[in-house]
């Protein structure tokens, strides 16, 4: 690994660290997971952007594989392995540790770190970066809708559900979110990305990574449907209770 690919990933986890303390200090009365969610869209947003621009053909942006990567392509990887470590660690300080997002963390530190240290198969980590974070933004939305007051409303359930009639208009890119974005991108772009990265000559190490988010991503697929039907199940049973008033 080439020392300013080192150095750019020790910047950034000064720089999340930092940019989460000065959201802190902004923001005094939110909680602790609101900055982190604030500083997390952020890094989402710049993810998507790098991991764009790095691509080499866009008549094939899966090609080159299995392949020495670009300048581009590695720096937008030590950006992401920069804010893992950080939230890696805010993850640890959160009240409720989520043993699922800890080894998300950990699968893709170790992959992304491995493909850095290989400065190998930069076309399908940044593939695997633009799909894992493009749903990102919005997610954290969600919660970040909770905190400021539209829990169980529609406003809310425009990001939770993709639609709302109230809101439809406002928050068209909510429903490409949960309802497109996320379904796409996790379990029809990331399986098809998963059996390229096996198939093709790359290290084991890479290949378990890209299997391990993968499985994430479905478990995660599955608590997001889960949450959906409950969504709709509560809202049903208070339309019922209040027609029956």
Known sequence: MDDSILNLIVFGV????????LTRKLFPNRSFDFCNRLV???????AVTLSLISVQDWNCPLCPLASRSSHKQMRALAVTVGYLIYDFVCCLFDKQVK??????????VVGL???LAYEWCGSEMVAALCVTEISSPFLHMREILKELGYKDTDFNLAADVSFSTKFLRLFTFNVVLFAVIFSCARMIGGPYLTYVTLSADNPILIKAMALGL???????????????????SKRN???????IR
């Open 237 to 243: 049973k208070a339309k019922i209770v209040h027609l």
């Open 214 to 232: 993968q499985l994430v991503s479905a478990f995660w697929f599955y608590k997001i449907a889960r949450m959906i039907m409950y969504k709709f």
């Open 14 to 21: 000064v720089s999340w660290t930092t940019l989460f303390l």
């Open 113 to 115: 770190g491995a493909g």
């Open 99 to 108: 043993i699922d997002n800890l080894i998300h963390h950990l699968v893709s």
């Open 40 to 46: 997390s869209t952020i890094h989402a947003i710049l």
